[in-house]
């Protein structure tokens, strides 16, 4: 069998065993499948809002205010599949933790930051639909984004040591 799917289906049986180790192919495969999966959602999403914004305001008379009714079940889908991995993702974030070395409690940091970052996402997203200004400030949203990525990025060297047994 393709060992991405050996290694999906190891996280999906160890759902939330916090216990143990992982290897590194186990954590980055399941990275891999829960990236593939949630950049496909949120990219149709994306071209479908753009599609749709670009015919015009959202208005009855809008030929494409139909699209509307794909795209918010596309973010509730992709909202459940993240609250879905939530779980294993941190279950397998800190399992190779441990089997680099490192407290497993170092895998809630960037949870943390991550779920902080929902609001200024949605921010970002929605600014401009209605001709109205923000509520916070666009670039502070583009700041704690980047400063997100950047603890999620050095979150990610931690996880690239190589295994201490």
Same mark, same amino acid.
């Given at each position: ?7 999906v ?9 916090f216990?143990g180790?992982?290897?590194?192919s186990e ?5 891999l499948?829960?990236?593939v999966?949630a950049?496909v ?11 749709r ?6 208005t ?7 699209l ?5 079940? *596309?973010? =509730?889908?992709?909202?459940? &599949? /993240?609250?879905?991995?939530?779980? !294993?993702? %941190?279950?397998t ?5 441990r089997?680099a070395?490192?407290?497993?409690? *170092?895998? =809630?940091?960037p949870v943390? &930051? /991550?779920?902080?970052?929902?609001? !200024?996402? %949605?921010?970002?997203a929605l600014?401009?639909?209605d001709g109205?200004p923000?509520?916070?400030? *666009?670039?502070?949203?583009f700041?704690?984004?980047?400063v ?7 979150f990610?060297f931690l996880?690239?040591?190589k295994?201490?047994?």
């Open positions: 069998m393709n060992p991405i799917w050996t290694n289906r190891t996280c999906l049986r160890k759902y939330v065993c216990r180790r992982a290897s590194q954590f980055w495969y399941w990275v499948f829960v990236a999966v950049g959602l949120f990219g149709v999403a994306a071209m479908l809002a753009l599609i914004s670009a015919a015009g305001p959202d009855p008379d809008n030929p494409l205010n139909w509307g009714y794909i795209i918010y079940p *596309l973010m =509730v889908l992709l909202g459940l &599949f /993240l609250l879905f991995s939530l779980l !294993p993702t %941190l279950a974030a800190s399992r190779r933790l089997d070395g490192y407290s497993p409690w *170092l895998a =809630v940091i943390v &930051f /991550l779920i902080g970052a929902c609001h !200024p996402l %949605l921010v970002v600014s401009g639909m109205t923000p509520e916070i400030p *666009l670039p502070l949203c700041a704690y984004l980047a997100t990525g950047v603890i999620c990025i050095a990610a996880l690239t040591k295994s201490i047994g």
